[in-house]
């Protein structure tokens, strides 16, 4: 018996059949319990689809999940566990380790959620990484602003999705922050991490391990990134062309961080995000062993022909590799891009329900006309998606602009 660890949109983008035939009947599901929609769904595939299914609520930081599971592993022989979100890969390892479970230790795992230690390792092979600092007082923060000049970044040492993430520009937001008590507060103590703010684009790699040789890897490009989407603005990424003289060199640090760095499970996801400045030096920003976020699957699936999320999930079970018969897209295409849109801080009055624009395979709203919507807190609670093909990165630009510019005429807000 396997033990999937899998919120909501990793089990709603994919077919029931598609979970059939990778293995589901012999799994048993542990997924958030906050959309009743949702869990109504799942009920009906209890037994049907996944041998067994249970709903928790606040999934990310439910701590029942652990205790359930080492009670359940009373009743089912549990040989393998499959975490598929940053929440999980801590939570998977430490219950290997109690159930005695193969799989990836939690030496291993903290090097994939521990920034401060994902950092300091990196280092040990060379690989460059911003400067960094952990920051228990104000002392520390001012010390590290001395050291490097405005602006700076703080985050969660173990963060998710860009929860808590802020920049800092000049002493009158330092003196906000300081004023609200983040870094004395006892119950986030030593948890937080500052980083130098590094000008460049952002690029983030994603693929598949597989029998412990690398499968698949795609590289794109960010539009904006997660940080600036949990503060209104749009995202988005492309896959870069053959062509783009910056694939190979991303590419090649891609395999080396892998291949000759970071022990990545035998089987795996990975998500990379790497720094490139002017000058096109390349920067580690973070390294993560599963599946990226905010439809990134869909994007390296339409560009690469392989659903990398479920060959994951067929390796973990002992089944074969079946590529593109697993796959929602009839042909790949040249460029894949996704866009994602934030809600405003206000009334949702009007959205469109289809977009027909050329280029555009799948659009998606999930905001509901009439709710009223604040500031997001973290990057995967988007209110519209697109996912978009093209032939070269030029015309997927412009495809992307297009999709923005419609959605933005078209959805009506009422602003406080």
Same mark, same amino acid.
């Given at each position: 018996?396997?033990?999937?660890?899998?919120?909501?949109?990793?089990?709603?983008?994919?077919?029931?059949?598609?979970?059939?035939?990778?293995?589901?009947?012999?799994?048993?599901?542990?997924?958030?319990?906050?959309?009743?929609?949702?869990?109504?769904?799942?009920?009906?595939?209890?037994?049907?689809?996944?041998?067994?299914?249970?709903?928790?609520?606040?999934?990310?930081?439910?701590?029942?999940?652990?205790?359930?599971?080492?009670?359940?592993?009373?009743?089912?022989?549990?040989?393998?566990?499959?975490?598929?979100?940053?929440?999980?890969?801590?939570?998977?390892?430490?219950?290997?380790?109690?159930?005695?479970?193969?799989?990836?230790?939690?030496?291993?795992?903290?090097?994939?959620?521990?920034?401060?230690?994902?950092?300091?390792?990196?280092?040990?092979?060379?690989?460059?990484?911003?400067?960094?600092?952990?920051?228990?007082?104000?002392?520390?923060?001012?010390?590290?602003?001395?050291?490097?000049?405005?602006?700076?970044?703080?985050?969660?040492?173990?963060?998710?999705?860009?929860?808590?993430?802020?920049?800092?520009?000049?002493?009158?937001?330092?003196?906000?922050?300081?004023?609200?008590?983040?870094?004395?507060?006892?119950?986030?103590?030593?948890?937080?991490?500052?980083?130098?703010?590094?000008?460049?684009?952002?690029?983030?790699?994603?693929?598949?391990? $597989? &029998? =412990?040789?690398?499968?698949?890897? @795609?590289?794109? *490009?960010?539009? +904006?990134?997660?940080?600036?989407?949990?503060?209104?603005?749009?995202?988005?990424?492309?896959?870069?062309?053959?062509?783009?003289?910056?694939?190979?060199?991303?590419?090649?640090?891609?395999?080396?961080?892998?291949?000759?760095?970071?022990?990545?499970?035998?089987?795996?996801?990975?998500?990379?995000?790497?720094?490139?400045?002017?000058?096109?030096?390349?920067?580690?920003?973070?390294?993560?062993?599963?599946?990226?976020?905010?439809?990134?699957?869909?994007?390296?699936?339409?560009?690469?022909?392989?659903?990398?999320?479920?060959?994951?999930?067929?390796?973990?079970?002992?089944?074969?590799?079946?590529?593109?018969?697993?796959?929602?897209?009839?042909?790949?295409?040249?460029?894949?891009?996704?866009?994602?849109?934030?809600?405003?801080?206000?009334?949702?009055?009007?959205?469109?329900?289809?977009?027909? $624009? &050329? =280029?555009?395979?799948?659009?998606? @709203?999930?905001? *509901?006309?009439? +709710?009223?919507?604040?500031?997001?807190?973290?990057?995967?609670?988007?209110?519209?998606?697109?996912?978009?093909?093209?032939?070269?990165?030029?015309?997927?630009?412009?495809?992307?602009?297009?999709?923005?510019?419609?959605?933005?005429?078209?959805?009506?807000?009422?602003?406080?």
């Amino acid at each position: 018996m396997h033990l999937l660890l899998a919120p909501e949109k990793v089990i709603t983008s994919t077919l029931k059949e598609t979970w059939i035939k990778s293995g589901s009947k012999n799994m048993i599901l542990f997924t958030a319990g906050d959309n009743q929609s949702y869990c109504d769904l799942m009920q009906d595939w209890n037994g049907k689809i996944f041998k067994h299914i249970e709903f928790f609520k606040n999934y990310a930081t439910n701590d029942l999940i652990g205790l359930r599971a080492t009670e359940l592993a009373k009743q089912y022989k549990i040989s393998r566990i499959i975490p598929m979100a940053e929440a999980d890969i801590l939570r998977a390892a430490n219950l290997r380790e109690k159930l005695g479970v193969e799989g990836q230790s939690i030496e291993n795992a903290i090097l994939f959620r521990d920034k401060i230690a994902m950092k300091r390792y990196a280092q040990r092979y060379d690989i460059a990484v911003p400067k960094f600092k952990c920051i228990k007082d104000t002392v520390d923060i001012i010390n590290f602003i001395e050291e490097v000049g405005y602006p700076i970044v703080i985050k969660p040492i173990m963060g998710r999705g860009s929860l808590n993430t802020l920049v800092i520009k000049n002493e009158l937001e330092l003196c906000d922050l300081l004023n609200s008590g983040l870094i004395s507060d006892t119950s986030r103590y030593s948890d937080l991490l500052a980083e130098e703010f590094i000008e460049s684009e952002i690029y983030h790699l994603d693929g598949l391990q $597989l &029998n =412990g040789k690398v499968t698949v890897m @795609s590289v794109a *490009k960010y539009i +904006n990134n997660c940080l600036a989407f949990v503060n209104g603005a749009y995202l988005g990424s492309y896959t870069l062309s053959s062509d783009n003289h910056l694939k190979n060199k991303l590419l090649q640090f891609g395999y080396h961080l892998l291949e000759s760095v970071f022990p990545l499970p035998k089987n795996s996801l990975f998500h990379i995000e790497l720094f490139v400045d002017k000058h096109g030096n390349i920067r580690l920003c973070e390294i993560a062993c599963r599946l990226g976020g905010n439809g990134i699957n869909d994007e390296v699936m339409l560009q690469q022909g392989i659903d990398i999320k479920m060959e994951y999930i067929r390796a973990e079970c002992g089944l074969p590799f079946f590529s593109e018969q697993g796959t929602l897209f009839s042909k790949k295409a040249h460029i894949a891009a996704r866009v994602l849109i934030p809600p405003e801080e206000g009334k949702l009055l009007d959205i469109p329900q289809q977009c027909n $624009l &050329n =280029g555009v395979l799948r659009y998606e @709203s999930r905001g *509901k006309a009439g +709710n009223s919507y604040r500031k997001m807190q973290m990057s995967n609670n988007e209110i519209a998606n697109f996912l978009l093909a093209g032939d070269n990165e030029l015309e997927i630009q412009e495809k992307i602009n297009a999709v923005i510019s419609w959605f933005y005429h078209h959805a009506k807000w009422e602003t406080t």
